[in-house]
């Protein structure tokens, strides 16, 4: 584990006016990175930072470093993020449901997402389906549509939980194609998956690393992807938007954040190291076969994206009925 020395109380104010931004971005880093991420060691967010950890050391000349902090949904990993100094050592590597919807989930947190952080990247962003077991009747997203309109009630959709994306893009969905739909919340969304597969559940919605080996086993059946348009790795599964319009997928994404007052040409110095690191051909082949879609967009986009998302999720949650706890 590295233990990065804290700056003095306002000596990174005291050198931002002794050197202009554009020079300190340009001679950062200095010493080693830490990102600080709620994954677990071994998961899926996890392996795709060790990915692109080296390959952005390499680019700086600086260690790169994952430090796991998992627990609390996230809250323990950003919460040493947002007490370190904001000079670009210390970064988290949060998931979107940490920042745009445990807010409406939760009446306290130890801090405010919108203001104690510096969004720096969306760096990659979760491929999901909606799946269904073989024996669904609907083999379509339309048909699944009209099959819910004749049957109110009694078709059932899996998540991972309340408040999850997968439920309310249940919701959303119920809303906007005047639908209802019984929603079963399961610990997890494997066990939800492992339910479809077993034909003890209808449908539920996954990523696509987690439905690959069930899909080429005939287990189960794909009928649409949260997402504005197609997935290229299965092109012919439609976005639920194109049946459904207006229709957006709730956030579902890993996000690079800084502590409030990162300055912003830091920031988009740090940015362009993982946008740089992600668009090399052997490593965007390895985090493609991780089932991810990496975005690396600006500070500026991640940032205006993120307004609109918990926009909507504060739309979504009303209209649920979810009440924080």
Request: hydrophobic fraction near 45%; include cysteine.
């Amino acid at each position: 584990m590295f233990s990065h020395a804290r700056l003095p109380a306002g000596a990174f104010a005291c050198a931002a006016l002794i050197f202009p931004l554009g020079a300190l971005s340009q001679s950062f880093p200095l010493k080693p990175i830490r990102v600080v991420t709620q994954y677990d060691p071994g998961s899926s967010g996890d392996l795709s930072l060790r990915i692109v950890a080296p390959v952005i050391a390499r680019s700086v000349g600086q260690p790169v470093i994952i430090e796991n902090r998992p627990g609390a949904g996230g809250i323990l990993a950003a919460e040493q993020v947002h007490r370190s100094e904001p000079d670009g050592y210390t970064l988290a590597a949060s998931s979107s449901a940490l920042y745009v919807i445990r807010p409406f989930l939760v009446k306290t947190m130890p801090f405010d997402p919108a203001k104690d952080f510096t969004p720096v990247t969306l760096y990659q962003e979760a491929i999901t389906f909606l799946i269904a077991q073989p024996a669904f009747p609907p083999n379509s997203f339309k048909e699944l549509l009209d099959y819910a309109r004749e049957n109110p009630g009694k078709v059932a959709f899996g998540t991972s939980g309340i408040g999850t994306e997968g439920h309310l893009a249940g919701e959303e969905m119920m809303e906007l194609a005047g639908v209802k739909m019984t929603h079963v919340p399961y610990k997890s969304s494997a066990l939800a998956l492992r339910d479809v597969a077993s034909g003890q559940l209808q449908t539920s919605f996954s990523i696509y690393v987690s439905i690959m080996p069930f899909l080429k086993a005939g287990k189960i059946k794909v009928l649409a992807v949260l997402k504005d348009a197609r997935s290229p790795r299965l092109p012919d599964v439609p976005a639920i938007a194109e049946t459904i319009a207006g229709f957006e997928a709730p956030a579902s994404w890993t996000g690079i954040f800084g502590p409030a007052g990162l300055p912003p040409a830091l920031a988009r110095r740090i940015q362009s190291e993982f946008a740089k690191a992600a668009r090399e051909p052997d490593t965007a082949a390895k985090l493609a076969e991780g089932g991810f879609d990496v975005v690396a967009s600006t500070p500026e986009d991640f940032a205006a994206r993120m307004k609109r998302e918990i926009a909507l999720i504060a739309r979504l949650v009303k209209a649920a009925g979810i009440k924080p706890e």
